[in-house]
C-alpha cells in the first residue's frame, strides 16, 4: 500500500455539490498538508495540520475546510463546488524536522462542471 | 518573505540536448531546504535532491546535476544529454525553519523533449 493515500483519483461533480476528497497515510507523520495544483501555478497550500488540534489556513483556504480525523486522516472539503475549484489536489505529511521533504499522495483530479 | 521562481514556463528541446532549469528563492532563514520534483505525465510526483542551506556542493547524479550557489540564490537543476522520458513538469521547492517548515514550491517548468 501507498504510504499517503488519496480517494477518489479522479472525480467530476457538479456546480453546487459538496464534494470531500479523503487522505489517510501510514507514515506516522504529525502533519499533513493539502495543495492544489493549478497550470503555471505551481502547488499552493489549502490547508496544513500539525497534529490533530492543530489546524491552520494556507495561502488559499476560501472556499475549502478540512478535517483531521485523526493522526493519519485529513480530509479536504469543498462545501459548494464552482468550476474554478476544478484542479489537481495533492495530500502530503511530514515529520517536524526540515531535513526531509514531504511524502505526497498520487493526487485526486478533481472537475466541477 | 519566502519565495521560489522559476522564471522559464515552457521549454522544448531534441533529445541529447543538455537543458538547464533555473530556480531561484527567497528567504531570511540561514537554515533551509531545497527540493527538486518531477512530475511526469501520469501526474505524481516524484523527489529528485534535496540539498541544505550549509551545503553548496554540486551534486551529480547519472545525466542530472545540480548548482547550488547561496550568492545569487540559486538551485538550478541541468540535464544532461536529455531523453524523450525527462518530458515533465519540474518544481523547485523552498523548506526554511521561519516558514514553519511549509513547502514553498515555484511555478513549475514544463519540459518537453522531442525525438
Known amino acids: 500500500d501507498a504510504d499517503v493515500t488519496q480517494t477518489p483519483r479522479n472525480r467530476i461533480t457538479k456546480t453546487g455539490k459538496r464534494i470531500m476528497l479523503e487522505c489517510s497515510q501510514t507514515?506516522?507523520?504529525?502533519?499533513m498538508y493539502w495543495y492544489r495544483q493549478d497550470p503555471g501555478l505551481g502547488l499552493r497550500l489549502i490547508y496544513y495540520?500539525?497534529?490533530?488540534?492543530?489546524?491552520n489556513k494556507g495561502e488559499i483556504s476560501d472556499g475549502y475546510s478540512v478535517s483531521r480525523q485523526a493522526q493519519a486522516k485529513f480530509s479536504l472539503s469543498l462545501e459548494s463546488a464552482i468550476p474554478n475549484q476544478t484542479a489537481l489536489y495533492f495530500c502530503?505529511?511530514?515529520?517536524?524536522?526540515?531535513?526531509?521533504?514531504?511524502?505526497f499522495g498520487s493526487g485526486t483530479r478533481l472537475t466541477v462542471v | 518573505a519566502q519565495k521560489v521562481t522559476q522564471a522559464q514556463t515552457e521549454i522544448s528541446v531534441v533529445e541529447k540536448e543538455d537543458v538547464t532549469l533555473d530556480c531561484v528563492y527567497e528567504?531570511?532563514?540561514?537554515?533551509?531546504?531545497l527540493f527538486w520534483y518531477k512530475q511526469p505525465p501520469s501526474g505524481e510526483l516524484v523527489f529528485l535532491i534535496r540539498?541544505?542551506?550549509?551545503?553548496?556542493q554540486n551534486e551529480i547524479s547519472g545525466r542530472y546535476s545540480w548548482n547550488f550557489q547561496k550568492s545569487t540564490s540559486s538551485f538550478n537543476f541541468t540535464i544532461t544529454a536529455s531523453q524523450v522520458v525527462d518530458s515533465a513538469v519540474y518544481f523547485c521547492?523552498?523548506?526554511?525553519?521561519?516558514?514553519?517548515?511549509?513547502?514553498?514550491f515555484g511555478q513549475g517548468t514544463t519540459l518537453q523533449v522531442k525525438p
Open positions: 495540520s500539525f497534529d490533530v488540534k492543530d489546524i
Open positions: 528567504t531570511r532563514d540561514t537554515t533551509y531546504y
Open positions: 540539498r541544505n542551506s550549509f551545503d553548496e
Open positions: 521547492a523552498l523548506r526554511s525553519l521561519r516558514n514553519t517548515g511549509k513547502l514553498i
Open positions: 502530503a505529511t511530514s515529520d517536524r524536522g526540515l531535513v526531509y521533504g514531504y511524502t
Open positions: 507514515k506516522g507523520h504529525d502533519r
